[in-house]
């Protein structure tokens, strides 16, 4: 059974309508928002969610779901959250606890997007780290990785259509 911060972070993404904004930005920002993103790889084939078992590199990544998490930070959160598999609540679920482990999700709920923003570009390399619009992660080989904009970012947290 999953332990106590899974019900938290659930409790969480059903109470407060901003943490739907605040995931489906990250997956807008990751290329991975729409109907089946929580089956997406890194590249863009699909990966079943049930188990969270097929997992394999692709273009040297093993991004994977929604919030295209690499292999070691799933490993982690399953453990750390008792995860049985890698449905989309299980997902979302665990997207917040790497935004609350960051400080981002704080910064989120207290209306400072911005900051949310920048604190959680250390976990996802398309949120940008600064206003210049920069990755805060680099490449194995040191190239800075591509961020979205800032004001694109900001934007998919105003959007209409996100939170849906």
Do not use: C
């Not at 920002?29 to 969610?49: L, M, Q």
């Not at 394999?56 to 750390?80: C, P």
């Not at 619009?133 to 080989?141: I, K, V």
Request: hydrophobic residues 30%.
């Amino acid at each position: 059974m999953p332990n106590s911060d899974y019900f938290k972070y659930k409790a969480l993404l059903e109470s407060d309508p901003k943490m739907r904004l605040v995931l489906d930005t990250i997956a807008r920002s990751e290329g991975t928002y729409g109907s089946d993103s929580y089956s997406t790889k890194f590249g863009g084939a699909k990966v079943s969610h049930s188990k969270g078992k097929e997992r394999t590199v692709v273009k040297d990544s093993s991004a994977h779901g929604r919030y295209q998490f690499m292999n070691k930070t799933w490993d982690s959160l399953k453990d750390s959250l008792e995860l049985k598999g890698f449905s989309p609540l299980e997902q979302d679920i665990a997207a917040l606890k790497l935004l609350d482990d960051s400080g981002a999700l704080t910064e989120f709920q207290n209306g400072n997007d911005k900051e949310g923003v920048f604190k959680a570009s250390k976990i996802w390399a398309a949120l940008p780290s600064n206003e210049k619009g920069e990755s805060a992660l680099s490449y194995a080989d040191g190239r800075k990785q591509k961020a979205k904009p800032l004001t694109t970012v900001l934007g998919y947290l105003n959007s209409p259509e996100a939170g849906r």
